[in-house]
């Protein structure tokens, strides 16, 4: 099958076949049929939403020889077939782009007196009129102005802001709509049915998306898809024409995300690496992906996505804010696409900013009944190898709730990192150790020496965090505390933390898995022997 022919084939001949644009098409329709004509009319619109269709057809209504001047011209008279196959000698198309210069309109406008040869008006068909320089725009108001009763100027454009405002003035205004994706897909299964095609209906559903309201590339493309694809249109088919990333990779991302499975995704990022695929489209997608799950999250309407299932499942694990960091952290790593050595070490830069963002649940905080008090070095430790592998299935919350580990006191170094206060406020919430709990009141101890950073204004301030922070009123006591000794604080164990990562961090290095695989990924991209550590990657 030839190219563009379909596009060609399926133009609309009439007002009825233009497809989504109907206040305009009616507003047209009432002016024709009641004889109120223009001189001069604007098309506005994105590319391929029917500018020039719309002008044709037009053309034809006050042109028709048969029909005579109305909304409904015949389509078989010589006027209307001269117009259809861009015969009619008294349409001029012109492309302004190509012709800027005051001379071209000059002489485009030369012989705009005489009277037409063929038809009923001379129809001047200018499309882009917002390339047109200065001296053209004045060329043409001068007619615009005073046009002859034969002549019809009909301008189009995707940029009306560049059109000055002398001109603008002069004409009909019509501008037409982006085409939405259902009704592109609609028109696209008539139109393969018509000609006989098989296709899924999957693929339909990415071209009308890719098409981005086009109605005309959404037919180009549909004619790249079935000549590559032996007439009939596949999903597969158009992934590999179009470099699309087949859905269930962009779900099987999402869903290593949300069950943070670090090490499985950053193994399945080098398959698809080995399978060609745009990294950059492919964090499109996955931010595309969290903009809907944020629109969900809203409007609690799943708007018929493809990626319904990840969009289920990134809003059963973040809220509304979460979800706006995932989108941050995956606009800003697009930004930073371009500087990285290559897409795919960007990508994974950006996959592992995203699961580096655990979100802590609220709720599942106990904020109230007994607490087992354990300040001890060992149980804080086991604390925050805890912390770290909180998984947020329902098995393992419930593990940790057992556990007893989801406390204020056992997160109080997470909370206090994501509370909003300033310095002094943070030395305080630093220096003072958890005691004890009672309903919402909670009671911290402090050193005698560093009673001086407990103000009342400081104390006022981290209870009012907090409270916002947990969502509840909460209230704060903190006492000197009786032995010095017992008590540690968030500055001390930050201090000891640190010390304990030191000595752990060889040992790490050498034995977590996840390290070791970024490690060795890392090298693969940049070492020429990258073959042999990927094959003992894959044997993992
Ligand atoms: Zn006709």
């Not at 939403?49 to 109305?70: D, Q, Y």
């Not at 809907?292 to 499942?313: G, H, P, W």
């Not at 009123?473 to 164990?493: F, G, P, V, Y």
């Amino acid at each position: 099958m030839e190219n563009t022919v379909l596009a060609t084939k399926w133009r609309p001949k009439l007002f009825s076949d233009l497809i989504g644009q109907d206040p305009v098409v009616t507003a047209l329709v009432n002016s024709l049929d009641n004889k109120r004509l223009h001189h001069s009319y604007l098309f506005t619109g994105t590319r391929g939403v029917g500018k020039t269709t719309l002008a044709r057809i037009l053309s034809k209504c006050l042109n028709c020889e048969t029909n005579g001047i109305g909304s409904n011209p015949c389509g078989i008279c010589s006027g209307c077939k001269a117009i259809d196959s861009g015969q009619f000698v008294d349409l001029y198309e012109v492309d302004a782009a190509s012709r800027t210069k005051v001379e071209d309109t000059r002489e485009l406008l030369e012989n705009v007196q005489y009277m037409p040869t063929q038809g009923r008006y001379k129809i001047y068909l200018i499309d882009e009129v917002h390339m047109l320089s200065t001296h053209s725009f004045n060329a043409l108001l001068k007619t615009l102005e005073e046009p002859p009763e034969h002549v019809k100027f009909i301008l189009a454009t995707t940029d009306p802001q560049k059109i000055p405002s002398t001109i603008l003035s002069r004409c009909l205004h019509f501008s037409l709509n982006r085409i939405s994706s259902e009704i592109i897909k609609s028109h696209l299964e008539k139109v393969l049915e018509n000609e006989k095609i098989n296709f899924e209906e999957n693929a339909i559903k990415n071209i009308s998306k890719l098409a981005d309201g086009s109605i005309r590339d959404a037919l180009s493309i549909t004619e790249q898809c079935i000549s590559h694809g032996d007439n009939k249109i596949t999903y597969d088919n158009i992934c590999k024409i179009l470099c699309l990333i087949p859905l269930e990779n962009i779900n099987k991302v999402i869903n290593y995300i949300v069950k943070e499975q670090a090490e499985e995704l950053i193994i399945f990022i080098d398959t698809m690496y080995y399978q060609s695929v745009d990294f950059k489209y492919l964090l499109q997608e996955i931010i595309s992906v969290f903009h809907q799950t944020a629109i969900f999250k809203v409007t609690k309407k799943s708007n018929d996505s493809l990626y319904e299932n990840s969009i289920r499942k990134l809003s059963d694990k973040y809220n509304e804010e979460e979800v706006q960091i995932l989108y941050q952290i995956g606009v800003s790593s697009l930004k930073d696409l371009e500087f990285a050595p290559d897409f795919k070490s960007g990508f994974e830069m950006a996959i592992i900013r995203m699961l580096m963002f655990t979100p802590l649940d609220l709720e599942k905080l106990q904020l109230s009944g007994s607490i087992d008090k354990k300040p001890s070095n060992k149980s804080y430790k086991e604390n925050i190898i805890k912390k770290e592998s909180v998984s947020y299935n329902a098995d393992s919350v419930k593990k940790n709730l057992n556990n007893d580990t989801l406390t204020i006191e056992k997160n109080w170094a997470v909370i206090v990192k994501r509370l909003e206060i300033d310095s002094m406020t943070k030395n305080l919430a630093n220096n003072i150790s958890f005691d004890s709990q009672n309903n919402d009141s909670l009671s911290f101890l402090i050193k005698k020496d560093l009673m001086r950073v407990v103000t009342d204004r400081s104390r006022v301030k981290l209870q009012e965090a907090l409270s916002s922070f947990l969502k509840k009123k909460i209230s704060i006591n903190i006492s000197e505390s009786d032995s010095d000794s017992k008590l540690q604080t968030l500055h001390e164990k930050n201090e000891e933390q640190n010390n304990i990562k030191l000595s752990e961090a060889n040992n790490k290095m050498e034995n977590d898995n996840f390290v070791k695989t970024i490690k060795e990924k890392f090298n693969a991209t940049s070492i020429d022997n990258s073959t042999t550590i990927n094959e003992s990657i894959k044997g993992d």
